[in-house]
Each structure stands twice: as C-alpha cells, then as structure tokens.
C-alpha cells in the first residue's frame, strides 16, 4: 500500500517525495494515540489519514513550489524532521522506545454473524489484503479519470501542461496530499497489527524500500509496486545467507535493473507482450497477402 501510493505521486505525477516514510510515521503514531485513547480503530484510521493529508497540504504548499532534486531534498529533510521528532519527544511519542499496547482493530458486528474480530493472523491477513484491494481500486479509477490523465501531463512535459490550461501546482498538491493519505493508511493498520510502534517506523529507510519495491516492480504500472514488493522480498530473504554482503549484491541488482531495464519487471512483461502481438500481427497480414494473391490467380 504505501508503494502503491509512492507510485502516485512519483511514478504517475513525476515529483520525487522522500517523505513517504515520515507521513507513515504519522499515520501510525496518530491511530497509536487515539486509539490508547480509547477510541475505535475505525474511528482513529481516517484521523490519523486526514492529519497526515492536512500536514502534507502544509508541506506540499512550500516544497512543490520548487522542482527536480529541490523537491527532493526539501521532502528528505522533511521525513528526517519527523523521524528525528519521533525519536526525541518522549513524553508524545515514548522516546526511541517507541510506544505499546496499542489495541487490534476494533471487531466490526455482522448481523445474525456475530463479531468480526482481528486477533488470529488469518484475519488480519485479510484485513489487509482487504485495505490493499480497495487501495488498488481507488488507485485504478484515480489513474483512469482526467485528474489521472492530467497527473501523466504534469509528469511528461510541466510547461506544455500548463499552457493547455492545467493547474499544474494544484495538480501536485492533489497527488502529494492523496498520496500522503495512501500511505497514512498503511502506517495506521501497521501499528494497530503490530501493537507497538518506535520511530523506526517513521525512519526515511523506509522510503528507499519502498522505491526499490517501484524501480524493480515497474514504476507508472498499477501492478508493478505490488510485484516489486514480492520480488525484493523474495530476493533478500534468497539473499540471507551472504551475511553483510547482500546489501552489496542487492545494490548491485539494483543498478543493473535501473541500467538495463529503467521499466522494472512489468516494462519487461510489456516488451513481450508487444513482440508476441506483433508477431501474431505479421502472421496475420501474410495470410492476407496469401489469400489475396490466391483470388488474384483464380480470376487470371
């Protein structure tokens, strides 16, 4: 979820944030807070969203008025801000011991069922495949309407978007304020799954996985962050045994694939997909010609 909506504002909107890891923070400390409050997971989850989104308007407002690597490094800073803040005030966020306790998500009530509750593994499994269907949804109908469409004209060309008449400030502030919320969500269903949240959640480490996960996967694909995500996690656990090394070995992957395939597993899906129905198009206009010259001979 939280690659999926990196690829929303990166991969569809062209503007490279490094904060992603720090409005998850957000999101997780937020649904931590209100729910050790007392309140309902539910009630919490979209809270702790809208607040990472309002923080994210503020954010957006100042740093998208710059462009390429300012953005960049104004949205790092950012992330280190809230990991470091994270870290250090120990009577908000319980220091770099982080807080626990925090309660599961609240059971919902299911007439003549009884509760739905999240304290087994297989319900929370579904719990999240549930959120991450209903991300990719969203995502989908967002990407496929004309505010997708004018996110893809931002990303191409800036200056020739803004000349047909598009609000290209306003543009990246909806995919950076949308994308914050995305992410927000993830970090709120993290710390109530997990039940105890430190300011490594908020860490901008975060992030620099969550971009491997796009650039192997496929950036400005819907699949490719979900496929990037298993891929590299596939790869590192294979990786385990190389000790320190397999973070030079996955390093190394890594920029083989940025050379040698910029499209990510689904750029290299694509290219086959076109061969094959470029193949099956050539063969398709033989048996035209063939036919054709066949008529031609009959009527001689």
């Given at each position: 979820?939280?690659?999926?909506?990196?690829?929303?504002?990166?991969?569809?909107?062209?503007?490279?944030?490094?904060?992603?890891?720090?409005?998850?923070?957000?999101?997780?400390?937020?649904?931590?807070?209100?729910?050790?409050?007392?309140?309902?997971?539910?009630?919490?989850?979209?809270?702790?969203?809208?607040?990472?989104?309002?923080?994210?308007?503020?954010?957006?407002?100042?740093t998208l008025r710059t462009r390429g690597h300012y953005f960049a490094?104004?949205?790092?800073?950012?992330?280190?801000?809230?990991?470091?803040?994270?870290?250090?005030?120990?009577?908000?966020?319980?220091?770099?011991?982080?807080?626990?306790?925090?309660?599961?998500?609240?059971?919902?009530?299911?007439?003549?069922?009884?509760?739905?509750?999240?304290?087994?593994?297989?319900?929370?499994?579904?719990?999240?495949?549930?959120?991450?269907?209903?991300?990719?949804?969203?995502?989908?109908?967002?990407?496929?309407?004309?505010?997708?469409?004018?996110?893809?004209?931002?990303?191409?060309?800036?200056?020739?978007?803004?000349?047909?008449?598009?609000?290209?400030?306003?543009?990246?502030?909806?995919?950076?304020?949308?994308?914050?919320?995305?992410?927000?969500?993830?970090?709120?269903?993290?710390?109530?799954?997990?039940?105890?949240?430190?300011?490594?959640?908020?860490?901008?480490?975060?992030?620099?996985?969550?971009?491997?996960?796009?650039?192997?996967?496929?950036?400005?694909?819907?699949?490719?962050?979900?496929?990037?995500a298993f891929a590299v996690s596939f790869l590192v656990e294979y990786?385990?045994?190389?000790?320190?090394?397999?973070?030079?070995?996955?390093?190394?992957?890594?920029?083989?694939?940025?050379?040698?395939?910029?499209?990510?597993?689904?750029?290299?899906?694509?290219?086959?997909?076109?061969?094959?129905?470029?193949?099956?198009?050539?063969?398709?206009?033989?048996?035209?010609?063939?036919?054709?010259?066949?008529?031609?001979?009959?009527?001689?």
């Open positions: 979820m939280a690659t999926l909506s990196l690829n929303l504002i990166l991969g569809y909107t062209g503007q490279a944030s490094l904060a992603h890891a720090g409005f998850f923070g957000i999101g997780a400390y937020g649904v931590a807070m209100i729910t050790k409050a007392g309140y309902s997971f539910w009630l919490a989850l979209p809270i702790a969203a809208l607040i990472s989104a309002f923080i994210g308007l503020l954010i957006g407002m100042l490094i104004s949205t790092l800073c950012f992330g280190v801000i809230v990991f470091v803040v994270s870290g250090s005030w120990i009577d908000f966020t319980g220091g770099y011991t982080g807080l626990l306790g925090i309660p599961r998500p609240t059971p919902i009530p299911v007439p003549f069922l009884g509760d739905i509750t999240f304290v087994s593994q297989v319900s929370q499994y579904y719990l999240v495949i549930g959120f991450l269907l209903l991300t990719l949804f969203v995502k989908y109908r967002i990407v496929y309407s004309s505010q997708g469409l004018s996110f893809m004209a931002v990303r191409n060309n800036e200056v020739l978007a803004e000349a047909v008449g598009i609000n290209t400030f306003a543009t990246k502030l909806l995919s950076f304020i949308t994308a914050d919320f995305m992410v927000a969500v993830a970090g709120g269903i993290y710390a109530a799954l997990m039940g105890s949240i430190s300011p490594t959640s908020a860490s901008f480490n975060l992030t620099f996985f969550w971009l491997a996960y796009l650039i192997i996967g496929g950036i400005a694909t819907l699949a490719g962050p979900i496929i990037g990786m385990y045994a190389l000790g320190e090394y397999r973070l030079m070995l996955f390093g190394l992957v890594l920029i083989l694939a940025i050379i040698f395939f910029p499209r990510g597993i689904m750029g290299i899906v694509e290219g086959i997909r076109v061969k094959i129905q470029d193949y099956y198009s050539r063969r398709g206009v033989g048996v035209e010609d063939v036919a054709e010259n066949r008529k031609i001979d009959e009527t001689l």
